[in-house]
């Protein structure tokens, strides 16, 4: 499967301020997506990043609050804008698994906490 | 907004019982995926379930997806601490999106 790294694992960060988050895959992948997960809670779909064109957000995720860049199949970044507390979370991205149609492989997550 | 309910949410077990998680919908699924997370770590994929009744097992892991495929379940024998961590489930649409449940925390004591 494809190997992702994530970074950074963890920061704490002040209100109003942004957290850019990074994650480069091992190979060249279509799609990267990137959730959103409260600890040992469910994981929710922020958006899709497609390579060359505007990622792609879910009901209730903006650009401006979480805007994302794709500049090429192997990279993608999420920022996490104007932080307030409600933005702490676990926030991971992930590409289809290699070898099964429908899994897929998730980075080691950013535990992000705002104070 | 097609939900996955997952049943238990915490299960506390001594090492060497076995125990059995539960993900329900309303929902049909074209399949379903069982993940292991662990504190620090992102999900791990542990299978992925196609037909409806199928049946796969992964060492110690039984997995069954429902005859109409809107459940499935997980069956660990002889839990052993290394299974300890957050057991989620993922049903895929055919719009190819995946949708979790909410988590079943195991822990497995030694």
């Known amino acids: 499967s494809a190997v992702i790294s994530q970074k950074p694992s963890r920061d704490i960060c002040q209100r109003g301020t942004s957290l850019t988050i990074q994650c480069q895959v091992d190979s060249q992948v279509t799609m990267m997506f990137w959730y959103r997960q409260q600890p040992g809670q469910s994981l929710t779909l922020i958006a899709t990043?497609?390579?060359?064109?505007?990622?792609?957000?879910e009901s209730g995720f903006v650009i401006d609050k979480f805007p994302i860049s794709r500049p090429n199949l192997t990279f993608s970044t999420l920022t996490v804008s104007n932080l307030s507390p409600e933005d702490s979370s676990i926030y991971l991205c992930?590409?289809?698994?290699?070898?099964?149609?429908?899994?897929?492989?998730f980075g080691s997550g950013t535990r992000l906490t705002v104070v | 907004t097609q939900l996955l309910e997952q049943s238990p949410q915490f299960l506390s077990i001594q090492e060497g019982e076995n125990l059995t998680v539960y993900c329900n919908s309303s929902s049909v699924f074209s399949s379903l995926q069982w993940y292991r997370q662990e504190p620090g770590e992102g999900p791990v994929l542990l299978v992925t379930v196609v037909t409806g009744g199928e049946v796969k097992k992964l060492k110690r892991l039984t997995f069954q997806f429902g005859d109409a495929r809107k459940d499935s379940s997980l069956h660990i024998t002889a839990a052993q601490p290394g299974d300890t961590g957050l057991y989620l489930c993922?049903?895929?649409?055919?719009?190819?999106?995946?949708?979790f449940g909410d988590g079943t925390t195991l822990t497995v004591k030694p």
């Open positions: 993922a049903g895929n649409t055919n719009a190819g999106k995946s949708t």
């Open positions: 992930s590409v289809p698994a290699t070898g099964d149609l429908y899994g897929y492989t």
């Open positions: 990043a497609n390579q060359g064109s505007e990622a792609t957000y």
